[in-house]
């Protein structure tokens, strides 16, 4: 499965911001989907994650009520959407995916996509 993200943006704090991620192959709606991100010095960090079927959505403490995932099969398409950003969602995002993993840990996704940058100033 390739990735490839889109929608990284600069933009101000209290604005909002959808990330889109496209994977290739006939068997994308087979894969659990997931957002992680990483900020400059720090470690790469689970953001959310969404069942191949829907049926379950995981979010971080950090951005529950502020980010929704979702995903359309028919596109090969998984989306973050993202409002009220802060400063401190200031990274690089990342798209993964996985058949099984539904976890926070970022060793249990077999395939990353390349990272798209979002930058919120205050």
């Known amino acids: 499965v390739q990735l490839v993200e889109s929608g990284g943006d600069t933009v101000q704090a209290g604005d909002s911001l959808r990330l889109s991620c496209t994977g290739s192959g006939r068997t994308f709606g087979s894969y659990t989907m997931g957002w992680f991100r990483q900020a400059p010095g720090k470690e790469r960090e689970f953001v959310s994650v969404i069942s191949y079927n829907e049926a379950r959505t995981d979010y971080a403490d950090s951005v529950k009520g502020r980010f929704t995932v979702s995903r359309d099969n028919a596109k090969n398409s998984v989306y973050l959407e993202m409002k009220n950003l802060q400063v401190e969602d200031t990274a690089v995002y990342f798209c993964?995916?996985?058949?099984?993993?539904?976890?926070?840990?970022?060793?249990?996704?077999?395939?990353w996509g390349q990272g798209t940058q979002v930058t919120v100033s205050s």
């Open positions: 993964v995916a996985d058949l099984w993993a539904m976890g926070v840990n970022p060793a249990e996704y077999d395939y």
